[in-house]
């Protein structure tokens, strides 16, 4: 930006300023920081109006404060150079700031963590047994992160607009210095996607109502419908029984039908793989075909058998198992259920070992799989590789909290 440039931006600035316009605070407030103003040439009396200016656009949020107290020291620290002599002016300025710090500290002071005088308890643990570790408890986590991140990353622009409110609005859906109402800008939105434990899948996943078009690593159909589900096989033109051949009296348009199906795997950092594979083809297709084959229907929902097996203190707390938060945007609801204490429906041989091991003294265990339902008017669903998929959250037991009316707290 040349000298000149500067001065007719600061122009518009001023402009923008005595309008009242919205977008005043963001491009000031973005010029102040991203420029020189005494190389640009700009007249001490013009930086501190500059100043002065966007302190008081700032929105009345104190998180917003310490830019705003910024704005204030450097007009503070511009006064002596300019010809503004007034004392009354000075005694003003000196004021605000000693009123935004003041309010600052109170801010600061409310949003740090009591600390506790006692000893730090011990963290709670979860441990996870699963015949893809690596994957489900590192690179899975990382992928997470990096979607998240991808998704509702913030432009530098509606970063700054956050700041600034105006109370004289205008119309200007266009105008990127006002849009400031993004997802990733809420803390609660982003901490219950970015705090999960999560579970994808390193294949696509494809669930539809048609069976046109599967993916090409391998195909299951189900007959699926609320209280009842039953496994398929597609043979000689008609459907037949998964266990014994058998040809059912149904048509492939019957919409309770499901068809399930995989590509070949895409994720490259997979590391150990303990799950017991099919033999003729190579693992990028074998795996897959594993979970095809682990596959089960539970009424609507086709349930992903993710071996998945977790450990926790069920006295001290339980784990919240749901779809992710994003789910619905691939057409697909997660089933969501609260593990309370170890499992009473499983096989006798996932009980005889829980008390092998030392670390297992204590703890519950529980399974963590995949309840999938397509969504209703959706005909067909597909979740990227890598994309999460189920979202995985360590809550306290109801016993251990205690609700109260604050009117008559005990």
Not at 61 to 68: D, F, G, Q
Not at 112 to 132: F, G, H, M, N, Y
Request: aromatic share 10%; net charge negative; proline share 7%.
């Amino acid at each position: 930006m040349t000298p000149q440039e500067a001065k007719t931006h600061y122009n518009y600035l001023l402009t923008l300023c005595i309008r009242k316009e919205e977008a005043f605070g963001p491009l000031a407030f973005t010029f102040i920081k991203e420029q020189d103003l005494d190389k640009l040439g700009l007249a001490p009396e013009e930086q501190f109006n500059l100043y002065m200016a966007t302190s008081e656009a700032f929105a009345a949020e104190p998180k917003r404060y310490t830019h705003k107290l910024e704005c204030l020291q450097k007009a503070q620290q511009l006064l002596p150079r300019t010809q503004f002599g007034d004392p009354d002016l000075t005694r003003h300025l000196f004021q605000e700031i000693q009123k935004t710090s003041a309010e600052l500290d109170i801010y600061n002071e409310a949003m740090r963590a009591a600390k506790s005088s006692a000893a730090p308890a011990d963290k709670l643990r979860l441990i996870v047994e699963t015949d893809l570790p690596d994957y489900f408890l590192n690179t899975a986590q990382k992928r997470a992160s990096a979607y998240y991140q991808h998704k509702y990353r913030m432009t530098k622009e509606a970063k700054t607009a956050q700041h600034f409110t105006n109370a004289a609005r205008k119309f200007e859906p266009e105008n990127p210095a006002v849009q400031k109402e993004f997802a990733g800008a809420c803390a609660p939105f982003m901490a219950v996607r970015t705090s999960a434990i999560h579970l994808m899948l390193p294949f696509d996943l494809k669930i539809s109502r048609r069976p046109e078009e599967p993916l090409e690593a391998g195909l299951r159909i189900w007959y699926a419908k609320m209280g009842y589900s039953f496994p398929l096989r597609y043979e000689m033109g008609r459907l037949c029984s998964w266990y014994d051949d058998r040809v059912v009296d149904i048509g492939m348009d019957d919409p309770h039908l499901l068809f399930v199906s995989v590509s070949p795997v895409k994720e490259r950092e997979l590391g150990t793989v303990d799950r017991a594979l099919p033999g003729d083809v190579p693992l990028e297709l074998g795996l897959p075909r594993a979970f095809l084959d682990g596959t089960n229907g539970l009424g609507p929902f086709i349930q992903v058998v993710c071996n998945f097996k977790i450990w926790f203190d069920a006295e001290a707390m339980s784990v919240l198992v749901q779809g992710a938060p994003d789910l619905h945007e691939y057409g697909l609801q997660g089933g969501a259920g609260l593990l309370t204490r170890t499992y009473a429906s499983e096989k006798i041989q996932a009980y005889a070992p829980s008390s092998d091991r030392p670390w297992q003294q204590g703890l519950s265990f529980n399974f963590v799989n995949m309840h999938l339902q397509l969504a209703p008017s959706t005909e067909s669903a597909l979740v990227p590789f890598n994309t999460p998929i189920f979202s995985v959250y360590p809550v306290l037991t109801r016993q251990s909290v205690r609700l109260e009316d604050a009117r008559t707290p005990s």
